[in-house]
């Protein structure tokens, strides 16, 4: 397969996507041997169906296994356990002694053993590490909402026993006062919250939802410097801006075919179980290189699968080893040329990585306004389908990502958009008439006849686990901000 009939060629439909509880690391990958791809079947003849390989992979598992969607490979049969053989060990719990745990002489030990002793073992090395006992920290933090009469106070006592109260309060109590450098920093970080509520509460509009202050006592909310972050996201949107390059640096590459290739992205995110923001990343990182080098037909879909590796590496915990990527191209590609293609790219981007990407934005937004996970959910079917769309290549992330807010609450909560007006307004930095235009042109692509080609994201939140958002009836008109 080439990626010329590649581009030219319909995808397949997208899996339903599977709820899971666990994200299971991949196993090492290894060599893909002829008698596999054999058994697996030709995939698909546009962009590579991920689902061939899944759906006749499960049929044998011993050369290529599919586990939650990820592709790799197992080298050698899969051995055979019989009672015989092998030996279930008994769980391990701290009352048992630790010989219970040492298999008999003669005895195979089965995986559920092997991973019982490993469990034990690192529950020993928890158990020996050794605590603080002269940390003693008084913090309190407060809810300056108004209407709000709660404030979390954890407390680290000597027996390294926290502690949970909640109590009236105007302010971050003032720890005592001492000469030890510990009561010097708390008081410095008490005076410093303090300063920075006040100048964020007294700054704040009428109508706008303070959810800074009251997420004030969650750490992984950092709302000490949440507003200076996502500001540090706007300057960059203008430094890292694309301009419009097809027909102009691109001759050979059309609309269609971004479209096609984007919409085989996604159809990778899925089976890969990638974060959504590595899909955003890896879409910017092609939009960036093709702004600035030029591209046959040919290697478009060696782009896009080497922006989504090094998205990978930026964004996931677990990013897929390189065999997987040589594999959703069918083999089209050398190792060699995917690696090359990832130094051209990092290159051409001057190694800046870190990316403001528009989903980033719609989830602080969504956050700030309190909407329900159905109305977010919606907002990123939207902002999904707007990357298929080139017209939007030039948009800045921040004000595409207000624009499909506003439409999905004026979809899903029609006439709560007034309630939260002036609560985007702020969060967003723009006014409603400065992306009321951009909000007619996300609903006109809605509204428009699906292309059979470009199926996945559609049937994507199609699904229940993603509310069934792209079933919800259109607007008839574009709604007025």
């Known amino acids: 397969m080439t990626t010329r009939r590649s581009l030219r060629s319909a995808p397949a439909d997208l899996p339903a996507p599977r709820i899971d509880a666990e994200n299971e690391p991949a196993q090492p990958v290894g060599k893909q041997t002829l008698a596999t791809k054999q058994k697996l079947g030709k995939p698909r003849a546009a962009l590579i169906d991920l689902s061939n390989a899944i759906e006749k992979g499960k049929k044998n598992i011993t050369k290529l296994g599919v586990r939650k969607g990820r592709v790799h490979r197992v080298a050698g049969q899969q051995q055979q356990q019989s009672g015989d ?21 003669g ?22 590490i050794p605590t603080l006992p ?53 008081a410095d970080l008490v005076s410093r919250l303090n300063a920075e509520n006040e100048r964020r509460t007294s700054a704040l509009p009428e109508g706008v939802i303070d959810f800074d202050s009251e997420a004030a006592g969650d750490i992984f909310a950092v ?19 694309v301009g419009p390059y097809l027909g102009t640096v691109q001759t050979d590459l059309t609309e269609m075919m971004r479209s096609i290739l984007v919409d085989w992205m996604v159809e990778v995110q899925e089976s890969f179980e990638l974060n959504h923001e590595t899909l955003y990343l890896a879409v910017r990182l092609v939009d960036l290189y093709l702004a600035q080098v030029e591209v046959s037909r040919e290697t478009l879909q060696l782009v896009g699968a080497t922006a989504i590796f090094i998205a990978c590496k930026f ?96 979809m899903r909560m029609p006439g709560h958009f007034e309630q939260i007006k002036a609560t985007v307004e702020y969060f967003s930095g723009y006014s409603v008439s400065e992306f009321q235009d951009l909000t007619e042109k996300l609903h006109n692509m809605l509204g428009r006849e699906p292309n059979p080609h470009l199926k996945t994201i559609r049937a994507k939140y199609s699904h229940q686990v993603f509310h069934k958002v792209a079933c919800i009836p259109l607007l008839r008109q574009a709604p007025a901000l």
């Open 223 to 241: 709302p000490e410097y949440v507003n200076d972050l996502f500001r540090h996201y706007k300057e960059r949107e203008a430094m890292c801006q």
């Open 134 to 186: 002269d940390l003693r920290v008084s913090v309190s933090v407060t809810r300056l909402a108004e209407g709000s009469s709660s404030t979390s106070q954890v407390s680290t006592a000597s027996s390294s026993l926290a502690s949970i109260t909640s109590e009236e309060t105007t302010g971050f109590e003032t720890p005592p006062e001492g000469n030890s450098p510990e009561s010097e920093r708390a």
């Open 85 to 105: 053989s092998t030996q279930q060990a008994p769980r391990a719990t701290d009352a048992q002694p630790r010989g219970a745990l040492k298999p008999r002489a």
């Open 107 to 128: 005895v195979k030990r089965s995986a559920a053993g092997a991973a019982a002793d490993g469990a034990v073992k690192k529950a020993r090395k928890l158990r020996s």
């Open 315 to 410: 964004d996931e915990r677990l990013p897929p080893p390189l065999d997987d990527f040589l594999y959703i191209c069918e083999d089209a590609y050398a190792r060699r040329e995917i690696i090359a293609t990832e130094m051209k790219i990092l290159r051409t981007v001057n190694f800046d990585v870190g990316l403001p990407v528009s989903y980033r934005f719609l989830r602080r937004y969504a956050r700030c306004c309190k909407l329900p996970v159905e109305v977010l959910t919606l907002a990123r079917y939207v902002l999904e389908l707007s990357l298929m769309e080139y017209q939007f290549v030039s948009v800045a992330g921040s004000r595409l990502a207000a624009a499909a807010l506003a439409l999905a609450v004026h």
